[in-house]
């Protein structure tokens, strides 16, 4: 349903195009994963369930895939405005 998206969203990935949000980045260092482990679960991912934020209208979707060790890994992210691919926060399924 959201293949376009997800396309747009890997491509930021491959070219190195994204930020991730200070959450993101505590979540990722508190479940012990690298940054190899987030970019992962969003090239093989799935487009599972789209949001709208409350506060500035933007669209967020929520990618699972998994990490480089095979456990499950749901990744929030948005496109902003600017082109590039925000990583808002993500939930370690081990």
């Not at 093989?44 to 060790?69: F, M, N, P, S």
Request: no cysteine; glycine share 6%.
């Amino acid at each position: 349903m959201f293949d376009r998206i997800l396309k747009k969203m890997q491509e930021k990935v491959r070219t190195r195009e994204y930020v991730m949000t200070l959450h993101a980045e505590e979540e990722m260092d508190e479940d012990k994963l690298t940054i190899f482990d987030v970019e992962r679960g969003i090239l093989i991912g799935e487009i599972v369930e789209r949001q709208k934020d409350h506060d500035t209208g933007e669209w967020k979707y929520l990618v699972k895939g998994e990490t480089l060790a095979g456990s499950e890994l749901a990744v929030m992210n948005k496109l902003s405005i600017i082109g590039k691919l925000v990583i808002i926060t993500f939930i370690l399924n081990n």
